[in-house]
């Protein structure tokens, strides 16, 4: 099957199957029906497939990244979802993403993926037809050879053959409309050659800028290299912070980046999400001597001791009073909450027996309780009854509160620890006022 026959028949007459319905595949589902092709995507959450089937964006803010309404494309047939993974298995969908998550409890976990995989390989065989699986998910390396391999040949066809095998990891950036799947690089690399061309070819129809890996154990290392090699750095310049804590180390970093080779780094609570902090696992995990990786895994042990170090900070200047945290998602904006340092604190608090309450606008109050074990509050009326006041993402229900209303429910005395100077600009005011504010790097910014 060349190429073009294989893009022909997703354009014409077969559809493309998107394994998980997140974040990374509901995109990828919207960018191929935009240009035609019928898509079908599979998640275990009815609730996510009947917001799909209604033509919903139910991931905040998500519209403003993807720029135009999805109606349209579940009305003429290119875009349904479904909670029964046999409607994969037809003969009309030929081609596959699998965009699921490949990480529990802040590691590396395959039961998904290897689960999905042996769906894909119970399906029946067309005759000269073979099967188009790209892997989307970030993998632990040697994974493809380990499992995915292995369990697709179990049905007694073969990789390469009768199944067409790539992997090609995502990289753009929900916070940028511009970084998306048109316009960034995609790497995509196959079992064999004809699985990367192939495979290329189909990420072609969505994506302008295809590069092809060698093969798929590169593909496979790539995502989370360039993701360790933001993870090393960001968990340096917390290490510098807390080295120096009588000095600015955010003026440091700032002016360290005025040299043309070093980019800005900012220190912070710690790192948060599904790529970011589990990233140096997958590399060290994978690795054929991971003693060489003494930096990937020291950052990985720092890294998930920043947001005890904050809590303990937090503990000591709350002494006895209550703790209100603003914001738990990990990211600015963004609804997901998975390896937030914010909880990590919240958890932290509680434990070492500290009241603690939460806000975050994209959380219900009973999404709050269940994630976090604490009761909400309310946004910003109820900050005076806090002796500390964490701010972890930077929403922007916090940072455009004008100033007036933030003064007003803020009292002297107050102490306000911020992740990343969503309040920053209060510095002046705060210290007329009687609050001491600390971003994460200032001068005795963890004086206790």
């Not at 993403?97 to 894909?120: C, F, M, N, S, Y």
């Not at 409309?177 to 050659?193: A, C, I, S």
């Not at 295809?210 to 290299?225: F, G, R």
């Not at 090699?229 to 960001?234: C, G, K, Q």
Request: charge should be positive; include cysteine; glycine fraction near 8%.
């Amino acid at each position: 099957m060349t190429v073009k026959h294989q893009k022909d028949l997703l354009l014409n007459k077969t559809s493309l199957g998107i394994w998980g319905s997140g974040y990374i595949g509901f995109t990828s589902a919207i960018n191929f029906a935009l240009k035609g092709v019928r898509v079908v995507c599979y998640d275990t959450n009815k609730e996510i497939v009947d917001s799909i089937n209604r033509g919903e964006v139910r991931i905040p803010n998500l519209e403003y990244w993807i720029g135009f309404s999805v109606k349209p494309l579940v009305k003429e047939g290119l875009l349904r979802a479904t909670s029964n993974w046999k409607d994969l298995t037809g003969k009309d969908v030929r081609a596959h993403l699998v965009a699921i998550p490949t990480e529990r409890g802040g590691d590396p976990w395959d039961g998904p993926l290897k689960d999905v995989v042996g769906k894909l390989a119970s399906k029946p065989a067309v005759k000269d037809y073979p099967e188009l699986v790209i892997i989307e998910s970030t993998l632990t390396p040697n994974l493809i050879e380990d499992a995915v391999v292995p369990i697709l040949e179990a049905s007694g066809r073969k990789a390469g053959k009768d199944f067409l095998i790539a992997v090609a990891p995502r990289r753009d950036w929900f916070h940028s409309p511009e970084k998306n799947l048109k316009n960034l690089k995609r790497v995509v690399g196959g079992v064999d050659k004809r699985s990367t061309e192939v495979a290329a070819g189909v990420l072609g129809i969505v994506s302008d800028h295809i590069l092809k890996a060698s093969n798929h154990k590169v593909a496979e290392l790539v995502k989370s290299v360039e993701n360790s090699l933001l993870h090393v750095p960001a968990v340096y310049a917390m290490q510098l912070a807390r080295a120096y804590p009588s000095l600015d180390i955010n003026e440091v970093l700032e002016l360290a980046s005025t040299h043309w080779r070093i980019p800005r780094y900012y220190p912070t609570m710690g790192t948060g999400g599904y790529c970011i902090p589990v990233s140096s696992k997958y590399v060290v995990q994978g690795a054929e001597h991971p003693e060489f990786l003494t930096m990937a895994q020291d950052a990985i042990r720092f890294d998930a001791d920043q947001a005890a170090f904050v809590a303990g900070l937090a503990a000591a200047h709350a002494k006895g009073g209550k703790v209100g945290v603003l914001g738990i998602a990990y990211k600015a904006d963004l609804k997901v909450h998975t390896l937030s340092p914010a909880i990590s604190i919240i958890r932290n608090l509680t434990e070492r027996g500290i009241r603690v309450l939460a806000n975050d606008p994209y959380y219900t109050t009973e999404e709050i309780n269940s994630l976090t074990g604490v009761e909400s509050f309310d946004y910003p009326d109820g900050l005076k009854g806090f002796k500390v006041v964490v701010i972890v993402p930077e929403h922007r229900l916090y940072t455009q509160t004008p100033k007036s209303v933030v003064l007003k429910s803020l009292r002297k005395g107050q102490i306000i620890i911020d992740n990343t100077g969503a309040w920053e600009s209060l510095r002046e005011e705060f210290r007329e006022k009687g609050v001491t504010y600390h971003k994460i790097g200032d001068s005795g910014w963890c004086k206790r």
